[in-house]
């Protein structure tokens, strides 16, 4: 019974984010406008017609930067979706895409911190304040950003996943941290493989639990 319980709390958590983040978000989709870098490449900028594919000429320099995952969201969203339709609405629905994301990024830290014993309302309310910081908000409306979100997104979520297996109260098995290391590497890697400054969130959650360790077994572990 306590397991359903946790488990409704959980999904209301889950949804309140994704329907407050809604509503503090939605003036970004309620025009038609694209921003700075992202003019560059949509099909209205000669820079495109010049080159005929609006990812040519950085198409080798992302890669070289260590960020293959986001010249791939480029192509795909500039190339095969926005160009192709020749909307300005198709922007807008790439970032309703970025608002779930901060959506779910708002709940993995909300969990993240109720495991570190913070209580319910400080959870919240710390998730809420980082997932509104200026960053973010820039991330959603410059289109070729917003996937940064998803950076932050699964740093998080490898961080959390790492600290579940390892400092849970129950026990510590060596079976789960062997399950959940690759796991969380795999995560880590993908981050990075998008954009590296939005990846080092986990380095900077890492900080949390070590700060507020109290015993000598999760000092250990």
Known sequence: MEIKSNKFIHSSI??????FFALVYKPIIQ?????????MRIWTSPWVEDTNQSYASYSNLIPAEGRPLHLLYNHIIFNKYINSLKSYDAANTVRIVGIIGVGLLSYVLFVFFKANKLRTSHAILLSILICTLPPIQVYLGWLISLVDIYSILLSTLSLLIL???VFKEDSFKKTDVVVAIPIS???LITSLCI????????????????????NEDFLKR
């Open 14 to 19: 889950l949804l309140f984010f994704l329907l």
């Open 185 to 187: 590497m795999v995560l």
């Open 195 to 214: 954009y590296q400054p939005t990846a080092v969130v986990y380095w900077a959650l890492a900080i949390i639990p070590i700060t507020m360790a109290n």
């Open 31 to 39: 025009g038609h406008y694209f921003y700075g870098d992202d003019y």
């Open 163 to 165: 600290f579940k297996a």
